[in-house]
């Protein structure tokens, strides 16, 4: 176990991201593949920042390198959310190296030798490090020595590993350090006047309490409003800035999901039968189910307040049921389970562990040092002599630290029911192991259940009736979109629409992994018909392409209609407000207003305009009412659900927001806008992400 088993990283700035693993090879030799790719043109670009393309290449190298981080500090097998964040990841960096790093360079910010010390060693330290558990002590607290003890720990390290990851860190320092002074030069640029924070003041000291009524819209066709395309184009044109979009396109599917067939489940209901007498009685558990089961054999033992994160069924059977208890086969979905009590016993939820790992040549001395350590030998000395983990960060030679069932070294799992201080020989992939429970919590009493699991799958009859049922839709579609609507309609079908898909999505609805899908979609265009796309091997996808939408603005067709609902709105309100004032004329007080429009008195105590959107008033009417003056019918005051005429009855101003409290409040927003920076800088760029091509 190598010092980099125990490092757990936690990173300090937005700049740097939560990295993960994805193993992404190529089966012929790099430098060929990189010589060939070179002879190509920009499609093989994963992006463009600042006019520059991102190649293939480079992205690649920066995947490869969070690759090498997270195996050196995780381990953790890949799967397809994993290579999405280490692919993000990369990503990320590349911005970061191409737009914010040489941005903030540009206001003239370094970091100097002596500051990079101070961040590690010196009063300064950097959050990388601090949040960093290699180099916590005991209690928790950031320590230096364990940094020095790493730093050290990187000459005898003939892997490079240790380089590679203190790099790392450094890298992230200095980019946090950079960032964190970005942000101070322009808060020191960020400057409250006397004028802001006397308004500030004012405004959150200052209640009304008021009287209304409120002449809500219809929402129904209205012939006498009329919207022209001119009033449609110059308001388009006045407000393009509102409408900008990513490329995407709008679809619509049919998907056949393949489901087992009644004689698939009577067929699983068989095979668990077939081996049900088995399973009651074999005494290699782990061996049968690996056999017999689909669910391999989990040697977890549940706490009892733990039972309810198990199947209804099983966890009122494991509830009281003694050890050997059986819970004959019953059916759940698709899926037909039994259940047996292997064990019960009282154990704790974690135990502390120290070992001695053992590789090549040195396994054969395990049988000596336990002897040796049963005659009383020092364990801490005999792992400083001859174990391989070297781990510096650690209180003894030999800690492995606190081991629970969640948390588990794959071998390990023996020494929670080991006795304190016994001694144990355990193997696993890294070695021999020599191991010691020197602590543990106190143990409770738990119930370990074995699982027989046969789940009923689609044969191939019927996944041969489902891809037929796809096929023969395909086939009518002939790749048209107006055939795709007739033939949906002849064998009534249901459509399911899906509106501006973008290029980099990774799922369609609630259907995970649907990649094959994106990338037809992205390759085809308006008015194509697929042919049959597969996904997970469950489901067959027919897909049209019914719209697309360019990247930037978007066109004036395409908003138009949302457009003319706003301004047809607008209308109305301007209509109901000159109605309404017509008829109230003369009228000298709220309660002659409400009867004369047939509405209701509303009263509110406490309005401040300070809260425009936490009152669940009209926006438009708070700031009517902080502009009145008190005793006089106002309106009519157009809002947005409809309009409103008002009386502000009494002013109560306060004292309890004070100056400090607003320069809090400014500090806040200025905080809110800093997290926007990369945002914008990004968009400044001209950051194009076309890694959906490749990834």
Same mark, same amino acid.
């Given at each position: 176990?190598?010092?980099?088993?125990?490092?757990?990283?936690?990173?300090? !700035?937005?700049?740097?991201?939560?990295?993960?693993?994805?193993?992404?090879?190529?089966?012929?030799?790099?430098?060929?593949?990189?010589?060939?790719?070179?002879?190509?043109?920009?499609?093989?670009?994963?992006?463009?920042?600042?006019? *520059?393309?991102?190649?293939?290449?480079?992205?690649?190298?920066?995947?490869?390198?969070?690759?090498?981080?997270?195996?050196?500090?995780? +381990?953790?097998?890949?799967?397809? /959310?994993?290579?999405?964040?280490?692919?993000?990841?990369?990503?990320?960096? *590349?911005?970061?190296?191409?737009?914010?790093?040489?941005?903030?360079?540009?206001?003239?910010?370094?970091? &100097?030798?002596?500051?990079?010390?101070?961040?590690?060693?010196?009063?300064?330290?950097?959050?990388?490090?601090?949040?960093?558990?290699?180099?916590?002590?005991?209690?928790?607290?950031?320590?230096?020595?364990?940094? !020095? #003890?790493?730093?050290?720990?990187?000459?005898?390290? /003939?892997?490079?590993?240790?380089?590679?990851?203190?790099?790392?860190?450094?890298?992230?320092?200095? @980019?946090?350090?950079?960032?964190?002074?970005?942000?101070?030069?322009?808060?020191?640029?960020?400057?409250?006047?006397?004028?802001?924070?006397?308004?500030?003041? %004012? *405004?959150?000291?200052?209640?009304?309490?008021?009287? $209304?009524?409120?002449?809500?819209?219809?929402?129904?066709?209205?012939?006498?409003?009329?919207?022209?395309?001119?009033?449609?184009?110059?308001?388009?044109?006045?407000?393009?800035?509102?409408?900008?979009?990513?490329?995407?396109?709008?679809?619509?599917?049919?998907?056949?999901?393949?489901?087992?067939?009644?004689?698939?489940?009577?067929?699983?209901?068989?095979?668990?039968?077939?081996?049900?007498?088995?399973?009651?009685?074999?005494?290699?558990?782990?061996?049968?189910?690996?056999?017999?089961?689909?669910?391999?054999?989990?040697?977890?033992?549940?706490?009892?307040?733990?039972?309810?994160?198990?199947?209804?069924?099983?966890? @009122?059977?494991? *509830?009281?049921?003694?050890?050997?208890?059986?819970?004959?086969?019953?059916?759940?979905?698709?899926?037909?389970?039994?259940?047996?009590?292997?064990?019960?016993?009282?154990?704790?939820?974690?135990?502390?562990?120290?070992?001695?790992?053992?590789?090549?040549?040195?396994?054969?001395?395990?049988?000596?040092?336990?002897?040796?350590?049963?005659?009383?030998?020092?364990?801490?000395?005999?792992?400083?002599? $001859?174990?391989?983990?070297?781990?510096?960060?650690?209180?003894?030679?030999?800690?492995?630290?606190?081991?629970?069932?969640?948390?588990?070294?794959?071998?390990?799992?023996?020494?929670?029911?080991?006795?304190?201080? #016994?001694?144990?020989?355990?193997?696993?992939?890294? +070695?021999?192991?020599?191991? @010691?429970?020197?602590?543990?919590? @106190?143990?409770?009493?738990?119930?370990?259940? =074995?699982?027989?699991?046969?789940?009923?799958?689609?044969?191939?009859?019927?996944?041969?009736?489902?891809?037929?049922?796809?096929?023969?839709?395909?086939?009518?579609?002939?790749?048209?979109?107006?055939?795709?609507?007739?033939?949906?309609?002849?064998?009534?079908?249901?459509?399911?629409?899906?509106?501006?898909?973008?290029?980099?999505?990774?799922?369609?609805?609630?259907?995970?992994?649907?990649?094959?899908?994106?990338?037809?979609?992205?390759?085809?265009?308006?008015?194509?018909?697929?042919?049959?796309?597969?996904?997970?091997?469950?489901? $067959?996808?027919?897909?049209?392409?019914?719209?697309?939408?360019? &990247?930037?603005?978007?066109?004036?067709?395409?908003?138009?209609?949302?457009?003319?609902?706003?301004?047809?709105?607008?209308?109305?309100?301007?209509?109901?407000?000159?109605?309404?004032?017509?008829?109230?004329? &003369?009228?000298?007080?709220?309660?002659?207003?409400?009867?004369?429009? +047939?509405?209701?008195?509303?009263? /509110?105590?406490?309005?401040?305009?300070?809260?425009?959107?936490?009152?669940?008033?009209?926006?438009?009417?708070?700031? %009517?009412? %902080?502009?009145?003056?008190?005793?006089?019918?106002?309106?009519?005051?157009? +809002?947005?659900?409809?309009?409103?005429?008002?009386?502000?009855?009494?002013?109560?101003?306060? =004292?309890?927001?004070?100056?400090?409290?607003?320069?809090?409040?400014?500090?806040?927003?200025?905080?809110?806008?800093?997290?926007?920076?990369?945002?914008?800088?990004?968009?400044?760029?001209?950051? #194009?992400?076309?890694?959906?091509?490749?990834?």
């Amino acid at each position: 176990m190598a010092v980099l088993e125990k490092i757990r990283v936690k990173m300090g !700035a937005f700049i740097t991201v939560i990295i993960a693993v994805a193993l992404l090879s190529f089966i012929i030799d790099p430098s060929t593949l990189e010589s060939t790719l070179s002879m190509f043109s920009s499609k093989y670009d994963v992006g463009e920042i600042n006019g *520059e393309a991102v190649s293939y290449q480079d992205y690649q190298k920066k995947v490869d390198y969070f690759t090498q981080i997270y195996q050196m500090t995780n +381990g953790s097998a890949t799967n397809d /959310q994993v290579q999405d964040m280490i692919n993000n990841s990369a990503w990320q960096n *590349e911005i970061a190296d191409r737009v914010i790093m040489p941005a903030i360079e540009n206001a003239g910010l370094r970091l &100097g030798e002596d500051e990079l010390f101070d961040l590690s060693q010196g009063n300064n330290i950097s959050p990388i490090l601090a949040n960093e558990p290699s180099f916590l002590d005991e209690n928790g607290n950031f320590s230096k020595a364990k940094v !020095a #003890e790493f730093v050290q720990a990187i000459a005898q390290d /003939q892997s490079g590993q240790l380089q590679m990851y203190w790099s790392y860190l450094e890298d992230n320092m200095v @980019k946090d350090q950079l960032m964190t002074k970005y942000i101070s030069l322009l808060e020191k640029s960020n400057v409250v006047t006397p004028v802001e924070l006397n308004r500030a003041i %004012a *405004e959150n000291n200052t209640t009304y309490n008021v009287d $209304f009524v409120v002449k809500p819209y219809v929402f129904a066709v209205d012939s006498t409003i009329t919207v022209t395309n001119q009033e449609i184009k110059a308001y388009y044109d006045a407000n393009k800035h509102n409408y900008k979009q990513q490329a995407s396109k709008d679809i619509e599917y049919v998907v056949y999901e393949v489901l087992p067939s009644a004689e698939d489940i009577e067929l699983a209901e068989n095979d668990i039968n077939k081996v049900y007498d088995e399973f009651t009685t074999t005494s290699n558990m782990k061996n049968f189910l690996a056999r017999n089961s689909d669910q391999p054999f989990n040697g977890y033992y549940f706490k009892k307040d733990e039972l309810s994160s198990l199947p209804d069924t099983v966890a @009122k059977f494991a *509830e009281n049921a003694k050890v050997g208890a059986l819970l004959a086969p019953y059916q759940d979905n698709n899926m037909f389970v039994a259940v047996r009590v292997m064990d019960i016993k009282a154990l704790p939820d974690s135990v502390f562990v120290k070992h001695i790992l053992l590789q090549g040549e040195n396994e054969k001395k395990a049988d000596s040092l336990i002897q040796v350590l049963n005659q009383k030998g020092d364990f801490v000395k005999l792992a400083q002599e $001859f174990s391989a983990d070297r781990n510096p960060n650690v209180a003894e030679a030999g800690d492995l630290g606190w081991i629970t069932q969640q948390y588990m070294i794959p071998g390990f799992e023996s020494v929670m029911t080991a006795d304190k201080n #016994e001694i144990l020989k355990l193997k696993t992939t890294y +070695g021999t192991h020599i191991v @010691k429970v020197t602590k543990a919590t @106190k143990p409770e009493q738990k119930i370990q259940l =074995a699982v027989l699991v046969k789940e009923a799958v689609a044969g191939k009859k019927t996944y041969a009736d489902y891809y037929a049922k796809a096929n023969d839709l395909a086939s009518k579609c002939e790749g048209s979109l107006e055939k795709y609507n007739a033939a949906v309609k002849e064998m009534n079908l249901t459509s399911y629409p899906a509106i501006r898909v973008l290029p980099s999505a990774k799922t369609i609805a609630n259907y995970e992994r649907a990649k094959e899908v994106i990338r037809w979609i992205n390759e085809n265009e308006k008015g194509d018909v697929s042919p049959i796309i597969s996904v997970d091997n469950k489901y $067959f996808f027919v897909v049209a392409i019914t719209g697309e939408h360019e &990247g930037g603005i978007a066109d004036i067709n395409e908003v138009a209609t949302q457009i003319k609902q706003f301004l047809t709105a607008e209308k109305q309100g301007k209509k109901v407000a000159e109605q309404t004032k017509g008829e109230v004329e &003369g009228l000298a007080n709220i309660e002659a207003v409400a009867e004369k429009l +047939g509405l209701t008195v509303s009263h /509110q105590n406490g309005i401040a305009f300070s809260s425009l959107t936490s009152q669940q008033l009209d926006p438009k009417f708070i700031g %009517a009412i %902080a502009a009145a003056k008190e005793g006089e019918l106002n309106g009519p005051v157009i +809002g947005d659900i409809g309009v409103y005429y008002f009386v502000v009855n009494g002013k109560e101003a306060g =004292a309890f927001y004070t100056e400090d409290d607003a320069r809090n409040r400014k500090a806040q927003e200025f905080s809110y806008m800093t997290r926007l920076i990369p945002a914008i800088m990004a968009e400044d760029a001209g950051v #194009e992400d076309q890694r959906y091509k490749f990834f």
